[in-house]
DNA sequence: AAAGTGATCATG
DNA sequence: ATGATCACTTTG
């Protein structure tokens, strides 16, 4: 089932911990469509949070974040990675989630490799999309929480912050 | 351990 | 216009 507008309006948070087990959808331009099962995310919650993009304030690349939950915010990391995150919560304030791993490509920068998401698919409105969307199939499984990798220009009340979320092996539980 | 890569943003 | 910095990956 595909999530809609309505449920990218959770905090970041909860919305990492929710996207754990769901299910990264997209479709090519030859109408192929690839699928993968999210086991890694990382919340970056508003201009408070000084690991978050936003933390300055908009700029032309953080703008999207301030748009409502539900859009894809797609940038250039290093000059050769595209990252993957999820727009969060309400508009205006900013928050995402960055996916961090599906299963088979374990890594952001090996996520949107695998699933061949650029910066094209940058504010790609993933509830009404055609190439980019989430399913989930209401199953949850365990997942572990830690520290957010690298993000050493954070404050360091920011940079302990567990807010980093890992599929472990073990049972899926229904989703409530 | 260290290079590789280029957009982005603050500074001047 | 210039330059430091980067939600990383691969190679040695």
Redesign the pocket.
Known sequence: MRLTAQDYRRDAVAMAKALLGMTLCRRLDDGSVLRARIVET?A?FGEEDT????H??R?????V?YAPGGYA?V???????D?L?VVTGPADHPE???V?GVEG?????????AMQVT?AL?RENLASSERLWIETDGTTPRFKASA??????ASPRDQVRKWRFTVMAGNERKRK
């Open positions: 990382e970056y690991a978050c993009h936003a300055r304030g700029t032309p690349r953080t703008d974040m915010y940038y250039l990391c290093y000059g050769m990675h990252m995150n995402a989630v960055l961090r490509a374990v890594g952001p920068g090996r996520v949107t490799k910066r940058n957010r990798i690298g993000i050493g220009y």
